[in-house]
């Protein structure tokens, strides 16, 4: 009898509390993969150079001048580049989470009627 009521109760609790568990916790991922990519600051310091430091003096010849300009261009187009393709991944991950979630919710609902499915399967294969 109080096999039956464990099993009950799991049934109560994973299709009520588990549910929303599962859809916060979906959430949540979804949160992190945003804010681990950064997107916002990725978005705003996207035209940045990357990690480019001024130190021409005021005094430089021209020469150096247009050096240092070319240098500061070349790496501006590389901060560029590299941001604009972390961009694509994080939208790709992103994306690939989201569009996930529903495919987990459904395998989170299908479980206990899996597992009882399994066992009724392994006991017929034991003896056969």
Do not use: N, Q
């Amino acid at each position: 009898m109080k096999t039956f009521s464990l099993i009950i109760s799991y049934l109560r609790w994973h299709y009520s509390d588990g549910v929303k568990s599962v859809v916060r916790i979906w959430k949540d991922i979804i949160w992190f993969a945003y804010h681990f990519f950064s997107v916002p600051i990725l978005m705003e310091k996207l035209w940045y150079p990357l990690g480019a430091e001024d130190l021409l003096r005021e005094d430089a010849e021209a020469t150096r001048k247009i050096a240092h300009l070319l240098f500061k261009f070349i790496l501006r187009f590389m901060g560029i580049i590299s941001r604009i393709i972390l961009l694509i991944i994080s939208v790709c991950v992103i994306l690939l989470l989201i569009f996930s979630g529903p495919l987990i919710f459904s395998l989170w609902v299908l479980l206990p009627i899996t597992a009882v499915f399994l066992m009724i399967l392994g006991v017929l294969l034991l003896f056969l």
